[in-house]
């Protein structure tokens, strides 16, 4: 079966680079899958885990929103944030969690910290999904 590589770039750092035989995102419009060969295509991300599939295994890593470019030879995932699941630090996105969730439940705020609130808590959820809690 052949490949692809993939390769997830946040502003900070290389996150991710290898061949992968399919990978499965959480586009705007709902799941896609990505083969090898796949047409040229950008599309958003939502933020949630991305399944990568190779031989048996399957790896998952947690994206947190940004743009995924499908290349002629290549798959560029472009995160705000992303990590591996060995990298997730559970504590701190426990207490990301519980913060998010204390605003959102809260008196009355503006739109905008409310939009915040909601999208660090999809954050934490996502990070604590990828790792298993
Ligand atoms: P927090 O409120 O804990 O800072 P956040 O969702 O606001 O979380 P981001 O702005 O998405 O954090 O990320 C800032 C940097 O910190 C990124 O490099 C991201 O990978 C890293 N990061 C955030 N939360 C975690 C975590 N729980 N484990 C490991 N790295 C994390």
């Not at 035989?21 to 060969?37: H, Q, S």
């Not at 998952?60 to 499908?70: D, P």
């Not at 944030?81 to 990298?87: H, R, T, Y």
């Not at 909601?118 to 604590?128: D, G, I, S, T």
Request: aromatic letters at 4%.
């Amino acid at each position: 079966m052949s490949t692809f590589l993939l390769e997830i770039v946040t502003p900070e750092r290389k996150v991710y680079a290898e061949e992968a035989d399919m990978i499965v995102v959480k586009g705007v419009a709902g799941e896609l899958g990505i083969l090898p060969n796949h047409i040229p295509l950008v599309t958003p991300l939502k933020i949630a885990p991305v399944k990568i599939k190779k031989g048996n295994s399957t790896e998952l890593i947690a994206v947190n929103g940004g743009f995924m470019e499908v290349r002629k030879d290549k798959v560029v995932i472009l995160a705000e944030s992303a990590e591996l699941p060995a990298d997730i630090d559970v504590e701190r996105a426990r207490s990301a969690k519980e913060r998010a969730e204390k605003r959102l439940g809260g008196s009355k705020q503006d739109e905008l910290d409310f939009r915040r609130a909601e999208m660090a808590l999809q954050r934490a959820l996502n990070r604590l999904d990828v790792a298993g809690k």
